[in-house]
């Protein structure tokens, strides 16, 4: 056996009605299902959970609690077209830039934040000894 795909990524907001402008209306996501616990955004092959952290540290629940202190990162893949494309975007919708970095091994990454402080990262298939076409 081997675990060969992520199906479910999660971060931590405290603001779920922040974040949900964020990744829905900044990034274009859909919002497939959301509670006071959590929101679900559709991906292609899995989802992005984004949860209250208090609430999902709370033990008893019907699954194991989780969570995390801190900020978080998620990297979403993009060419170096799309790049330059997110760049206008987030500019465009007051979303401040944190860094564009060249790659040695290829490619560009661009880093913002959303508004719980994740890193939020468009980057390249080149990484991590990649070329993989997503």
């Not at 033990?59 to 170096?80: K, L, Q, Y």
Request: hydrophobic letters at 40%.
């Amino acid at each position: 056996m081997r675990a060969n795909r992520v199906f479910e990524t999660v971060l931590y907001a405290d603001d779920l009605a922040a974040a949900e402008r964020f990744y829905g209306d900044v990034l274009g996501m859909e919002v497939i299902q959301k509670s006071e616990l959590f929101l679900v955004f559709h991906m292609v092959d899995g989802v992005l959970l984004i949860f209250e952290p208090k609430q999902s540290a709370e033990s008893g629940r019907t699954v194991p609690s989780h969570g995390m202190s801190g900020e978080g990162h998620i990297a979403f893949a993009a060419n170096d077209k799309e790049i330059d494309a997110w760049q206008t975007c987030l500019e465009e919708k007051g979303i401040v830039i944190d860094e564009i970095h060249s790659w040695e091994e290829g490619g560009r990454s661009l880093y913002a934040r959303d508004p719980a402080g994740n890193s939020v990262e468009f980057a390249p298939s080149t990484l991590w000894g990649g070329g993989w076409s997503f």
